[in-house]
């Protein structure tokens, strides 16, 4: 079965960088589409990015730009490069394959907090 662990989160000042890391078991990792997602309180999870087996990516226009994702398919690892962090950029971020639902499994997630 699926498991998902990010890590990488934390707290840091608007202008600040962080790089999250996304750990996949239980998933042909190599061929699956990845996402990362965010979510505050009493908001629907969102995406942010995603990036296909072939490294071909997507943003939401409200972190175009600032954030980079990129994937290690020997390591079955997907990357969230996040740099000139905002406060709005506050959630908890999670990584899963691309199109997943609120009905599917989904990680632990990691906190990102930015504030000064």
């Known amino acids: 079965q699926a498991q998902l662990v990010e890590s990488g989160g934390g707290l840091v000042q608007p202008g600040g960088s962080l790089r999250l890391s996304c750990a996949a078991s239980g998933i042909i990792f190599s061929i699956t589409t990845m996402g990362w997602y965010r979510q505050t309180p009493g908001k629907r999870r969102e995406l942010v990015a995603r990036?296909?087996?072939?490294?071909?990516?997507i943003y939401a226009d409200s972190v175009k730009g600032r954030f980079t994702t990129s994937r290690d398919n020997a390591k079955n690892m997907s990357y969230l490069q996040m740099n000139s962090l905002k406060p709005e950029d506050t959630a908890v971020y999670y990584c899963?394959?691309?199109?997943?639902?609120?009905?599917?499994?989904w990680g632990q997630g990691t906190q990102v907090t930015v504030s000064s």
């Open positions: 990036i296909t087996s072939g490294g071909s990516t």
């Open positions: 899963n394959k691309f199109g997943a639902g609120e009905g599917d499994y």
